[in-house]
């Protein structure tokens, strides 16, 4: 089993950044498989960073080159840093992890990109 938690939403404006984290309760380098998903408002869900050990990393096309995914096996934690955020970006974003066969997911914190 394991626990999620994401920190680090909130309000910014247009072209602002956040660092998003995902705290897990157990060791996460036995989890290859990571990730983060967003969903708006009325929209589905998107999955929008993955990464499979830390030198793999895939992106969705909306989110390349502004956002990057991480994490910090010593620690536990997963990040997503958002830069050059834009309206579009707001969303609940969530982290999941895939282990032994089950995908686990944190509760979701809220990011609003707005003037």
């Known amino acids: 089993h394991v626990q999620l938690v994401e920190s680090g939403g909130g309000l910014v404006q247009p072209g602002g950044s956040l660092t998003l984290s995902c705290a897990a309760s157990?060791?996460?380098?036995?989890?290859?498989?990571m990730g983060w998903s967003r969903q708006a408002p009325g929209k589905q869900r998107e999955l929008v960073a993955i990464?499979?050990?830390?030198?793999?990393?895939n992106y969705a096309d909306s989110v390349k080159g502004r956002f990057t995914i991480s994490r910090d096996d010593a620690t536990n934690t997963m990040y997503l840093q958002m830069n050059s955020l834009k309206p579009e970006d707001t969303a609940v974003y969530s982290c999941?992890?895939?282990?032994?066969?089950?995908?686990?997911w944190g509760q979701g914190t809220q990011v609003t990109v707005s003037p």
């Open positions: 990464i499979i050990t830390s030198s793999t990393t």
């Open positions: 157990r060791n996460i380098s036995h989890i290859s498989n």
């Open positions: 999941y992890a895939r282990y032994l066969g089950t995908l686990y």
